[in-house]
């Protein structure tokens, strides 16, 4: 009997890493995911899993590439305050639940918080903990008890999940436990990533640690932060509002939101893409050429008929000066040359694009001023004699 027992822990061993590896690589499959530019160099994913790690999961992403005009910041109001508000308040593109509190008296963080230079609260021995420069630049470590006095900003949350590319082992019961999580990796190439893991629904059954850490390393990060999680995760972006689906009513909605102690803000310029799928194309004859794989999709629109009009809308998430930019596909047997005849929201302008000389690439259309966050069009019509190509356009926030 002790022998079967053996061979049967052996091959539930082996079940399970066969099932790790499986997640692991539908996770990295960066095609399957839904995939939106929210902000510059600032990317928003999401995808629900039928079965990952054999069960169901919905995760959402935000992703800070390296050299991003962003910044972090971190806010704790002294009072228990909504995510989403305190990213409101503070101005913020987006916004992800932080750490720990007294969720039963005071409601104030537990755990180590610094803010502007000053300590509030003291860590915990050992604690995971994320610190911030006074430029905004983030890291990660594993604090003593006491103060972090070489950052500007800290809190403290944890355990820590990834360290040097190493999942850390937090113990046989943590490896039966799933919740909803909130994380934050880093990745070798200097990308941000913000997680949330959906859970305690039929439609999302949360991770374990291991878990969690899983994901993000494959998501190509090598050192990962628990934050708080549960009833508390929450990932907010400016214009998409709560993205993930926080389970503090119990339901698969983005109405769970809880009210916790501490946030971490992204502050970086807004960017609003919008598809040809997306746009309102007036006149006969439109068809669909494909011109391989982008974020802002995979075809884009071509009209030959006179009069042909595309007119692609958006919602700006604020007041300001704004670029306009329209994307350049790569077709070098459609047109050799196209002129965009553009109407943008403060004027009217020509603009030239030679298809397949600097293909895949952004072209500056113009830029405008917006009193208020609102509805804005841009317009295209054909020059006489040639076609009309459209794929797609990127409104992005201008920062004086």
């Not at 926080?246 to 609003?272: F, I, M």
């Amino acid at each position: 009997m002790r022998a079967f027992n053996v061979v049967a822990f052996l091959l539930f061993g082996l079940a399970s890493l066969r099932a790790q590896d499986e997640g692991s690589l539908l996770v990295a499959n960066a095609t399957a995911w839904h995939s939106r530019e929210v902000g510059d160099g600032v990317f928003l994913r999401q995808r629900w899993f039928a079965a990952l790690f054999a069960s169901p999961q919905s995760l959402t992403v935000l992703e800070v590439r390296q050299g991003a005009a962003a910044k972090f910041d971190l806010v704790a109001p002294g009072r228990r305050t909504r995510t989403s508000v305190m990213a409101e308040q503070g101005q913020a593109l987006a916004a992800i639940n932080g750490g720990f509190f007294a969720i039963e008296t005071t409601g104030l963080s537990i755990g180590l918080l610094r803010l502007d230079g000053a300590l509030v609260v003291p860590a915990s021995p050992g604690q995971g903990s994320l610190g911030l420069t006074a430029d905004g630049r983030l890291q990660l470590a594993e604090r003593p008890a006491g103060d972090w006095p070489e950052t500007f900003e800290a809190l403290g949350a944890g355990p820590l999940l990834l360290r040097d590319g190493k999942v850390i082992d937090h113990g046989e019961g943590q490896r039966q436990r799933r919740h909803p999580r909130s994380a934050i990796g880093v990745a070798k190439d200097g990308r941000v990533l913000w997680l949330a893991v959906d859970g305690r629904t039929t439609k999302a059954a949360g991770m374990t640690f291991e878990e969690t850490a899983r994901v993000l390393a494959a998501l190509g990060c090598t050192d990962a932060l628990n934050l708080d999680g549960g009833g508390s995760t929450t990932l907010w972006v400016k214009g998409h509002g709560v993205c993930n689906y926080p389970c503090d009513n119990r339901r698969y909605d983005h109405e769970g939101e809880r009210a916790v102690a501490n946030a971490l803000l992204l502050r970086a310029p807004a960017v609003v893409v919008v598809d040809d799928d997306d746009a309102e194309l007036a006149g006969d004859g439109w068809q669909q050429r494909a011109d391989g794989d982008h974020a802002h999709g995979r075809d884009f629109a071509v009209c030959a008929t006179s009069g042909a009009r595309a007119t692609f809308a958006a919602e700006l998430p604020f007041a300001g000066r704004w670029q306009v930019l329209a994307w350049r596909p790569a077709v070098n047997a459609v047109a050799p040359t196209t002129t965009w005849r553009v109407r943008l929201p403060d004027g009217e302008g020509t603009v030239a694009c030679t298809s397949g000389v600097g293909a895949g690439n952004w072209a500056v259309l113009g830029e405008f001023q917006r009193v208020g966050a609102s509805r804005v069009e841009v317009v295209f019509t054909a020059t006489l004699g040639e076609l009309l190509l459209v794929d797609a356009v990127r409104f992005l926030q201008m920062r004086d």
